[in-house]
């Protein structure tokens, strides 16, 4: 198909020889001799390159220019003049016309300055094609990366959260301990403002504090009788070998701290490392407190359950020895949030999860 070319010209000869010699190279060719009615043919007509004369009444072909470049962008504009003035000439290039012709023309610079306005017109949308499908590929990679990474972050989280219930049934002969005490740790941590990452952090080594007894035989983790000093010392490992087995995963290392020093205390008499007060992390230090009060509050297999006074009584108590006392107020608040209504906490000492929802005292509060 011939390529459309419109020519405007108040000059009516000039507008009509135009046409003739663009008609014989061979294009679709329409004359204008009115700029004011341009715009409305650009529209009609839409034509790929159009040939104005620079010097018109009513509209200038300065003005002409800047009005076809708005309303049809992809048009080429070739200005034509009888003015030989080269600094007009560049002026107008750069503001996007394609070339310039001096009156009068000949068929022959017609013919080379239409096929290079219609071959720049050519090349600048097929590199508009080429960005847009660049754009909507890298958009579509990057959703499909988007969904990959959603995808295993869910199969990271059910991995941990199922492996997690298995070291429950192994370890209390129940599940839903360590989804209980990395819901209130997170719940803790956020009130203190941990966020993002750090708190998906302490919510994973929560939900694997006891990993490491899986390496504890049965014969001591279920030991009806008291254990003697050889079987501590082998139960005494299990932060040991769960920061062993933890550290080694990647996306599980920011954990492997909680796991390794879950039994730390305040005072530096706890293990495996004997660390002192701020040398154990905040989400450690929150966690030996939430751990202590979730056993005193839920039915163990060598304990009833028993409510929050007792769970409350034995962290003040500890406070300053096996705790932080700076975070016994926060934790205290928080945990009387989740059990200190006697409805509540009953509830919460016969189910296996707290009663609320609200506030990381629940199972599935995610803690994000
Ligand atoms: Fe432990
Ligand atoms: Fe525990």
Request: glycine fraction near 8%.
């Amino acid at each position: 198909m011939a390529s459309k070319i419109l020519a405007v010209d108040d000059d009516p000869q000039v507008a009509k020889l135009t046409v003739l010699l663009l008609e014989g190279l061979g294009y679709e060719a329409l004359g204008l001799t009115d700029p004011r009615r341009a715009l409305e043919v650009v529209r009609s007509f839409r034509p790929e390159a159009c040939i104005i004369d620079l010097n018109m009444p009513f509209v200038s072909g300065s003005e002409l220019l800047d009005r076809i470049r708005a309303e049809s962008p992809h048009t080429e504009i070739i200005l034509l003049t009888g003015m030989d003035d080269t600094l007009v000439a560049v002026d107008f290039m750069k503001r996007g016309a394609a070339d310039f012709l001096l009156k009068p023309i000949s068929a022959e610079q017609l013919d080379v300055a239409v096929i290079r306005a219609l071959e720049h017109r050519r090349l600048v949308l097929e590199n508009t094609a080429y960005k847009q499908s660049l754009e909507a590929l890298v958009e579509e990679r990057s959703r499909a990366l988007n969904e990959a990474l959603r995808n295993l972050g869910e199969l990271h989280e059910a991995t941990i959260e199922t492996l997690a219930q298995a070291l429950d049934m192994r370890d209390q002969g129940s599940g839903g301990h360590s989804r209980r005490v990395a819901d209130m740790t997170v719940g803790i941590a956020r009130k203190l403002g941990i966020r993002d990452g750090q708190l998906v952090q302490i919510e994973q080594g929560a939900l694997l504090h006891d990993i490491g007894k899986l390496r504890i035989p049965d014969s001591i983790l279920w030991k009806p009788s008291a254990l003697t000093p050889g079987e501590w010392a082998t139960m005494r490992r299990h932060p040991e070998y769960g920061y062993d087995f933890v550290s080694r995963i990647g996306f599980l290392q920011g954990a492997a701290d909680i796991v390794l020093s879950h039994h730390e205390r305040y005072d530096g008499t706890g293990y495996p490392r004997g660390l002192k007060g701020d040398e154990i992390s905040l989400g450690a230090r929150i966690f030996s407190m939430v751990d202590t009060a979730d056993a005193i509050l839920y039915d163990r297999p060598y304990h009833r359950a028993s409510d929050f006074s007792v769970a409350r009584d034995e962290i003040l108590r500890k406070a300053g020895t096996h705790f932080d006392p700076t975070l016994v107020r926060p934790t205290l608040e928080h945990l009387e949030s989740c059990f200190a209504d006697p409805a509540r906490s009953q509830r919460g000492a016969q189910s296996t999860a707290p009663a609320d929802a609200d506030g990381g005292c629940m199972a599935g509060d995610k803690g994000q």
